[in-house]
């Protein structure tokens, strides 16, 4: 059977391969990362929710008493060193390096810089269901956008977005 | 099709229907089978009508398949995330279980089951969109088809499947094109590995159909990556122009008779190689043809596309090479694809062009002289061999070619309009003469 089977076999074990590999890190990252909440900024708001997801922008991601590496190119890696804060969490450092393991209640979030800003790689999009678009269009339209974001992070960066909090409401919990 | 062409179709067919069974029944060896299998390989298509039907099938297929992306794209909250993916993941689990069984399996219903393999990759796609709603997965845009194309390129190699192979060469095609504007420094790669990894499938399955499809797929990522490379027209028409030298040498080369795999698909694919070639080639020389399209191109001004000049090198040189071996073979006739020839020999004019100061119009006046060698090659070749569709190409390309130099350049309205009136009744009265000879030509074969 394997002898006459091996080519679907090859093509299931390769599909089914790919549908793990795509979410892996954010499940390790949901089930071991840290904790971390940051305050979300509004990127547009006129257009917060695109489609069938919100477009996500965080407080920590823009420059302000931070100082940021000097010559960054649009593109480049760089890390966002955050400390623990109420309601949530704040920027501590920037830097090209990994800052290796953080002390406790710190964390460090990979990004990219996009030129004006920073964007934290896989936290930037939160899909929402369509039976729930217009209350996440009328919550975000009345807060411009802004609210919290839980997510999870690994020690190597990788964060997976876990829910956002806007006014009471809580979207993308599954 | 010949009544002869037929009933080779039917026993290749019948042929590889029963060689499984021959083995199981210990009849035949796996290397006997093998060998059988190679010497007499499946026609792309078992019939005109199995094509039609397969065709059907797979169209049934992608619109189903449209339909679940859409229902994932609904979002069904109702559903736990679990069981949503559960359930995606078992629809397409049964549609490669069910269809291989209809396909290979009993192959009672082998065109239906096809597609429904292929329906199960769709549903894979599908499924890679669910996974990234579930967990908010959000990478770059191109990441989902690149994802999805293994799976559709694992389907083509292991199934030998020509609707896989053509859902991988678009899927990838397209992540090749994201991946180029985000890797600037290894643009260049993504269209390589696409043209290492779906070319050597079309020549093993002789694929015609696969083969121009591939070729579309790569001279496209190509050129996107060298435009994102450079933001510069150069190496764009740079990437073109080697792509279609590439095709052309492919066209011309495999007149060469030799036995053994490799040359017998060569030649085979080779009609499609040059009618890819000539297309190309003549699209990039109508464009160059224009003064304001060629004064901005030069191979002085690459810029950051410099490197591109290797590549189109190397495919200059491979096209180069693929002729000499043809020479060397002692029973190549160049001669016998001219138009192909011309392809050739335009692109080496354009390149020379691009390599003159593009102040002096170099450019322009060598374009122009492509065109006008192509469009007589092609009316040579086909009066010669009888052919209507070449001599109509050439004969088209010709007027198209001097209608454009006449609506480009400003002058007197007389002038434009007795050279207009002449074109007309010279492509009416050669086309006369040539259907007139095309009928004679075909009564006295007939006799």
């Known amino acids: 059977m394997l002898h006459r089977d091996w080519p679907i076999l090859a093509v299931v074990v390769v599909q089914l391969g790919v549908l793990v590999a795509v979410p892996a890190r954010r499940v390790v990252a949901r089930v071991h990362g840290t904790g971390v909440t940051l305050r979300t900024a509004p990127v547009d708001p006129y257009d917060v929710l695109s489609g069938y997801y919100v477009t996500l922008a965080y407080e920590v991601e823009r420059p302000g008493d931070v100082p940021y590496p000097a010559d960054l190119k649009r593109g480049e890696a760089i890390w966002l060193l955050v400390q623990r804060d109420e309601p949530a969490w704040r920027l501590a450092g920037v830097s090209r390096e990994s800052p290796g393991e953080p002390l406790e209640g710190f964390v460090a979030l990979r990004a990219r810089w996009m030129g004006w800003r920073a964007g934290i790689e896989g936290a930037g999009r939160l899909y929402i269901p369509e039976a729930r678009r217009e209350e996440a269009d009328r919550v975000l339209r009345e807060h411009a956008g802004e609210g919290l974001v839980d997510l999870r992070v690994l020690e190597d960066g990788t964060a997976a977005l876990v829910r956002l909090r806007v006014g009471g409401a809580v979207f993308g919990e599954r | ?447």
């Open chain 2, 1 to 447: 099709m010949e009544p002869l062409e037929r009933q080779e179709r039917v026993f290749r067919a019948r042929l590889h229907h029963e060689l499984p069974l021959w083995r199981d029944e210990g009849l035949l060896g796996d290397d006997a089978l093998g060998v059988l299998a190679g010497r007499y390989p499946l026609p792309e298509e078992a019939g005109g009508s199995g094509v039609a039907l397969l065709a059907v099938y797979v169209l049934g297929a992608l619109l189903i398949g449209g339909g679940v992306l859409s229902f994932v794209a609904w979002h069904w909250e109702s559903l736990p995330a679990t069981v949503q993916l559960a359930l995606v993941t078992g629809v397409m689990l049964g549609c490669h279980a069910l269809g291989w069984w209809w396909w290979r399996g009993d192959a009672s219903r082998p065109r239906l089951g096809h597609a429904l393999v292929v329906l199960g990759t769709l549903v894979f796609g599908a499924d890679i969109a669910l996974v990234a709603q579930v967990f908010h997965v959000h990478s770059d845009w191109y990441g989902g088809f690149g994802a999805w194309a293994l799976g559709a390129l694992a389907g083509a190699w292991a199934l030998r499947s020509m609707p896989h192979l053509a859902l991988a060469a678009i899927l990838a095609c397209v992540w090749s094109m994201g991946y180029a504007g985000d890797h600037r420094p290894l643009a260049g790669l993504a269209p390589l590995a696409l043209a290492a990894l779906l070319v050597p499938l079309a020549f093993l399955e002789r694929s015609r159909a696969a083969y121009a499809l591939v070729a579309l797929a790569v001279t496209a990522a190509l050129m996107v990556a060298a435009g994102a490379e450079a933001a510069e027209g150069s190496a764009v028409a740079l990437a073109l122009l080697a792509c279609t030298a590439l095709l052309s040498a492919h066209g011309l080369a495999t007149t060469l008779e030799r036995p053994g795999g490799l040359a017998r698909a060569a030649a085979h694919l080779a009609p499609v190689a040059a009618a890819l070639g000539v297309l190309g080639t003549t699209g990039a020389a109508y464009v160059l043809s224009f003064h304001e399209m060629a004064e901005d191109l030069s191979l002085g001004d690459l810029g950051e596309g410099g490197p591109w000049i290797a590549p189109a090198a190397a495919a200059l040189l491979a096209a180069l090479a693929l002729l000499l071996a043809a020479a060397g073979s002692g029973t190549w006739r160049p001669l016998d694809h001219p138009v192909a020839l011309a392809a050739l020999g335009s692109v080496v004019l354009l390149i020379l062009g691009m390599a003159l100061p593009p102040q002096e119009l170099w450019l322009t006046g060598l374009a122009n002289l492509a065109l006008a060698s192509l469009a007589a090659a092609a009316i040579a070749g086909s009066v010669r061999r009888l052919e209507r569709g070449g001599f109509w190409f050439g004969v088209l390309l010709a007027g198209l070619a001097i209608t454009s130099r006449f609506l480009e350049y400003r002058t007197e309205l007389w002038l434009k309009a007795v050279v207009f009136i002449a074109c007309g009744v010279a492509v009416l009265l050669v086309g006369v003469l040539f259907e007139q000879r095309l009928r004679e030509g075909r009564a006295g074969h007939a006799a």
